[in-house]
């Protein structure tokens, strides 16, 4: 997939030196490349039978849950006052 949109946008590239709207289009295909071609060749080599990178995405969820709680348990705990003013106003 990676090596038709670079193919693809080289041909676009030199068809732009007699219309310049070919250039926008091999601009439009290099973005699509940088923004998903790298990301679909690398999720896919994850292994095992759930979705492709399902493992790897759950593990990070729950390390940015875990951290988010560790913040707002340090966070009650420096400030008491303002943590129990939030918990009465969201009541």
Known sequence: MGTFLIAGTVVL????F?????W??????L?????HGRNSSSA??????????????YQQYR?????QAKWE???RRE???????QDRDKS
């Open 73 to 75: 348990r340090r966070y």
């Open 79 to 85: 400030r008491p006052f303002e943590s129990r003013r």
């Open 63 to 67: 390390e940015r849950r875990d951290q």
């Open 44 to 57: 896919s080599s994850t292994g095992s039978g759930g979705p492709p990178g399902a493992a790897g995405n």
């Open 31 to 35: 973005f699509v490349y940088v923004s």
């Open 18 to 22: 007699n219309n310049h709207v070919w």
């Open 13 to 16: 590239f030199l068809l732009g």
């Open 24 to 29: 926008l289009a091999a601009g439009f295909l």
